[in-house]
């Protein structure tokens, strides 16, 4: 799906379609956005035609999954950033990648699949509302990232939310599906660090202004975009130490339980090995055993059995070993 607007002094309109003839029939000083979802091959063929943008960003950008970059080409800059949002149920991030061409009087955007940001935008431009992009492009591209990164905040919070509820369950009755999902957690928080960290860094390079189609002007405010980013880079660093410190408390809680079940199981041991003694003196197969033949042998037997077992859990309980 296409979608074309263009703001002429200052008025958002809407067209049914773009052609290469669009942006040369346009008045001066009119900006262009291009939003493409899912394209088609027909839509996607603009990447060539009019913008003639290069064939290794037109096949970054069709490719499926990159990382997050910025390449200042003659004219123009391509970066791909990616949204991301956190599935509680399933203990995951769901990431999406938007790849973006900004030049000195369009933007051309490109994703697949829906993002809340762009929908946002878009439905803003629909309504001839006045925002951003009667700035310019590079103002429209702020607001773009502004919000998509806005989104995050809430993602942080469900995140942090689930390690405090596997941290509870970790002292609590921790089992082999709880380091399952520490597990997952970590390499959703490593992936979180994995995308972040990159876009910190193009975002910085856009707030200083090092490439020329962003204004010094606008430069400023992707500073505010910087700061969130460096917010979520400290947040996710912090939550990969508590991952880290609920990890290790676990498999302490499980040596503890095991160490536990080994003090019981000595104990129990002990205390067989003393009945063991007893039997085995009575089963030797001597003729002359003078309790054999006693009236309450078998019963002195079973007495001498208990004390035996009742003083010796006397004795570990006095040594605080049970």
């Known amino acids: 799906m296409l979608t074309y607007f263009r703001c002429v002094g200052g008025h958002i309109e809407r067209k049914d379609e773009f052609t290469p003839e669009s942006l040369g029939d346009a008045p001066e000083g009119t900006l262009h956005w291009i939003d493409i979802e899912d394209p088609t091959i027909k839509e996607a063929s603009i990447l060539e035609n009019p913008f003639h943008f290069h064939p290794l960003a037109i096949e970054d950008c069709l490719a499926e999954v990159h990382h997050p970059k910025l390449d200042d080409y003659d004219g123009y800059v391509f970066l791909i950033v990616h ?29 697949n699949g829906p993002m809340r940001s762009i929908s946002s935008i878009r439905d803003q431009c629909n309504k001839d509302i006045e925002n951003a992009f009667v700035k310019g492009c590079d103002f429209l591209l702020h607001h773009i990232l502004d919000q998509m990164f806005d989104h995050y905040f809430p993602s942080l919070d469900s995140l942090e939310d689930k390690i405090q509820l596997i941290q509870v369950e970790v002292f609590e009755n921790a089992t082999r599906d709880t380091l399952d999902r520490i597990f997952t957690l970590k390499k959703d928080i490593m992936q979180l660090r994995r995308l972040c960290l990159p876009q910190r860094e193009i975002i910085n390079r856009l707030a200083r202004a090092d490439v020329k189609v962003v204004s010094p002007r606008a430069a400023i405010y992707f500073r505010d975009i910087y700061d969130n980013l460096y917010r979520i880079v400290e947040a996710a660093s912090s939550y990969h130490d508590m991952v880290q410190s609920t990890m290790e408390a676990y498999l302490s809680a499980v040596s503890n339980r095991l160490n536990e079940t080994m003090k019981r199981l000595t104990v129990i041991g002990a205390i067989m090995a003393g009945l063991t003694v007893v039997t085995g003196i009575y089963g030797m197969n001597f003729e002359f055993m003078p309790e054999l033949h006693w009236r309450y042998g078998y019963l002195f037997v079973w007495a001498l059995m208990f004390a035996i077992s009742l003083g010796l859990w006397w004795w570990f309980r006095k040594k605080q070993w049970i």
């Open 83 to 111: 949204g991301m949002r956190f599935d509680a149920p399933t203990d995951q991030f769901i990431t999406r990648e938007l790849d973006v061409f900004l030049g000195p009087n369009y933007l051309v955007t490109h994703h």
